[in-house]
């Protein structure tokens, strides 16, 4: 049972560069989470998804998109890069938001 | 939105000492409060939560308790060993909503 996976684990990308980060979970999960953590910030929600089908903004939502695919995987996307989105980002999922909440290992993001 | 607030940044204990760290948060309507540890290169985990109808919940070592006219809610670790050491997240989330705000986390060390 993997739980929570993403990928990549670490990436560089040049200002302006767009990639996409993946998650996808093996849980059944109706919920998923994508969070950036800074140094001193704690964990930040960017967007999530409540059920498949389904996607809303959190905190931070600027410079990004996300798609839901299906049950298992939930995608984060930088269009155009900018330094100010460095950040290690965790994917996470949960049965229902009163339930735990499994994080993935991140993904370590340096935009140069 | 809700607002969390996590003190101290930092602790250090001497190996069987207690740790305390604590959280306040703003909306009186939050009613889910889990704390997570964060291990090094390590996606946060679930240690041990609490729901608003409760005021403490302990499991071994770990206690929580919360303060719901205060609005603040703390994490208690006695006995504390060395593999304590870690970074620990509060968070708080509101009704049935999937958005959980987090404390900015404490870096505990427990020294041998």
């Known amino acids: 049972n993997a739980g929570v996976t993403q990928t990549p684990k670490f990436q560089v990308l040049k200002t302006g560069q767009s990639m996409t980060l993946q998650c996808a979970q093996d849980?059944?999960?109706?919920?998923m989470y994508w969070y950036r953590q800074d140094p001193g910030m704690g964990l930040r929600l960017i967007y999530y998804?409540?059920?498949?089908?389904?996607?809303d903004k959190g905190e931070v939502p600027n410079g990004y998109n996300v798609s839901r695919l299906n049950k298992r995987e939930f995608s984060l996307r930088l269009e155009s890069a900018a330094p100010s989105q460095t950040s290690v980002y965790f994917c996470?999922?949960?049965?229902?938001?009163?339930?735990?909440?499994?994080f993935g290992q991140g993904t370590r993001l340096t935009v140069v | 939105g809700e607002n969390v607030e996590q003190h101290p940044s930092t602790l250090s204990v001497q190996e069987g000492d207690s740790a305390v760290i604590k959280c306040t948060y703003s909306?009186?309507?939050?009613?889910?409060f889990p704390w997570y540890k964060q291990e090094l290169g390590k996606g946060p985990q679930l240690i041990i939560d609490?729901?608003?109808?409760?005021g403490e919940k302990k499991d071994q070592r770990i206690a929580v308790t919360l303060n719901k006219t205060a609005k603040h809610f703390s994490l208690h670790i006695t006995e504390t060993q060395p593999e304590d050491s870690a970074v620990y997240f509060c968070?708080?989330?509101?009704?049935?909503?999937?958005?959980?705000?987090f404390g900015a986390g404490t870096r505990l060390t427990v020294k041998p």
């Open positions: 996470a999922s949960n049965r229902t938001p009163y339930t735990e909440a499994f």
């Open positions: 849980m059944n999960h109706n919920s």
């Open positions: 998804s409540a059920s498949e089908g389904t996607t």
């Open positions: 909306d009186s309507a939050s009613n889910y």
């Open positions: 609490i729901r608003s109808n409760v």
């Open positions: 968070a708080a989330r509101k009704g049935n909503n999937n958005d959980m705000r």
